[in-house]
């Protein structure tokens, strides 16, 4: 079937430090692919979408390529601010399809 | 600016009472989705709408009915509220394959 894996959290970084966050993915057929990111007390918003291979969404200063030979589409920052803290949800969509399927989502605490 | 807003942001019900949660958008979406929120299971499809009036059930639809009358309303309704529906509930709405737009959610504690 079709699933999201992500890393678990919680991550904690200084600010200005480098930040991954793993997400693979298992799909039937060619999915789209999202980051969305949820601070506290909203609901979740995009932060960047990929619709094909190759890809590279970007916003913000995150970055996340759809790569299909290894099924994964890590997001990256180079310097995070105490401002990113959030909780982050890496999605698929299946082109076609209505339903949207979410990891289970990471939380990040920046340290000043 | 896109919109999705949800009727209530904290709710507090009791055991078997009936729950009503509504959802407006005002992007004209056809589709609008109902999701609930726990820690460590992230976001689980409680049912879906592609027009109105009609409806499909997510993957936890179990306690939960909904109701899509107009375009821009999706009400999730918990027929007689158990202590296990205690949650956060999420309402988003999207056009076509892209983007999901989220209403700011809705805590529910049921007593």
């Known amino acids: 079937g079709n699933s999201v894996t992500q890393m678990e959290g919680p991550v904690t970084l200084s600010e200005e430090a480098f930040l991954t966050i793993n997400c693979t993915y298992t799909?039937?057929?060619?999915?789209?692919l999202f980051w969305y990111v949820q601070y506290p007390g909203e609901g979740l918003q995009l932060l960047l979408k990929a619709t094909k291979a190759d890809d590279k969404g970007s916003n913000k200063g995150f970055e996340a390529t759809y790569r299909k030979e290894t099924t994964s589409f890590h997001l990256e920052k180079g310097s995070v601010q105490v401002s990113d803290s959030a909780v982050y949800f890496c999605a698929l969509t299946l082109t076609g399809g209505f339903k949207t399927i979410f990891g289970a989502g990471t939380r990040l605490f920046v340290k000043a | 600016d896109v919109k999705v807003t949800q009727s209530s942001r904290y709710l507090v019900k009791r055991t078997g009472e009936k729950v009503f949660l509504e959802c407006v958008q005002d992007?004209?979406?056809?589709?609008m989705f109902w999701y609930r929120q726990d820690p460590g299971l992230g976001l689980r499809l409680i049912y879906f709408s592609y027009d109105v009036k009609m409806k499909e059930k997510g993957d936890i639809p179990e306690g939960y009915s909904v109701s899509r009358e107009k375009k821009e309303r999706f009400s999730l309704i918990l027929e007689s509220a158990s202590t296990n529906q205690t949650s956060m509930y999420l309402c988003?709405?999207?056009?076509?394959?892209?983007?999901?737009?989220f209403g700011p959610g809705t805590r529910l504690l049921v007593l």
């Open positions: 988003a709405s999207r056009q076509g394959p892209e983007t999901q737009y």
């Open positions: 992007m004209d979406h056809e589709n």
């Open positions: 799909a039937t057929g060619y999915p789209s």
